[in-house]
């Protein structure tokens, strides 16, 4: 039998803070408990955002921590081909639409709907407004125009046509750190018509992440429960592309005094900061509840 495998994939767009310590550590540990491998993996398809330096300090953060992992690291950046090609998979299937909509349109033609029906407009998972279909069912030609113009476009999935494409209900493996696993139903419908490839960026997270799990091998997901209802969509486009589902554990998010997750955004302080002011790694292992 083949090893399970494990891995932890940070983006380069700041400096890891202790969220990311606890969900690398977790990790570690999980492929530690399995006798499984350990693999890092650096998520770096918004190249506006992501920046050298912030990779370079994930792996001298990681390697303080005392983590180590198997070579070579992959960086999403070196492999839009792969992605463009499952891209292509999905089209071909009729699963997806260009959408020329901005936030403008979009917020626009939400207004009017609510305006004519009053009632409140439907959220994803994530709290943005559901897509109302605006681009669903252009005529063929006319987006082909407009692409061929340079027209910015996003890709879509098409939920309605997706359901016909897959059959039946999608269920997903979870586990715990003890090993014991359920079933689990997933609900990818609750996105509506998700952006699976970006304006700016010719993939998306779902996407890019889906496909590298399957070509690593990658067997078993550990990260936050902020991202457990995109396993939903995970889910799904695994079925579309023929690709294995991994097992899937969500951890618990570390918070602030306020209750606020951790987060680069909120500047939220990080593991350099930590080690500027004295602490080892062996506190903070204890602190995040792992033996050093």
Known sequence: MTKPVFRFAPSPNGRLHLGHAYSALLNADFARRFDGRFLLRIEDIDIT???????AAIYDDLAWLGLRWEE????????????RAAFLTLKKRGGVYPCFCTRKDIAEAIACRKAEGGEPWPRDPDGA??????CRGMPDDEA????????????????ATLQKLVPGPLHFRRFDREGREDIVPAH?????DAVIVRKEIPTSYHLSVVV???????THVVRGQ?????????VLLQALLGLPTPGYH??????DPEGDKLAKSRRSKSLAELRAEGVTPQALWRRLGFDP
């Not at 407004?129 to 605006?134: A, N």
């Not at 082909?144 to 098409?158: K, M, Q, S, T």
């Open 226 to 234: 902020d991202l457990e209802a995109a396993t939903d969509l995970h």
């Open 250 to 255: 969500h951890h618990g998010l570390l918070r």
């Open 129 to 134: 407004p559901l897509y109302p279909g605006t």
């Open 188 to 192: 990818p419908r609750r996105w509506g």
């Open 212 to 218: 590298d799990d399957a070509l690593q091998g990658v």
């Open 72 to 83: 070579p690291v992959r960086r999403q950046s070196e492999h839009f081909a792969d992605y």
């Open 144 to 159: 082909e125009r407009r692409i061929a113009a340079g027209e910015p476009h996003a890709w879509r999935l098409d939920m």
């Open 49 to 55: 955002r992501c920046r050298p330096e912030f990779e």
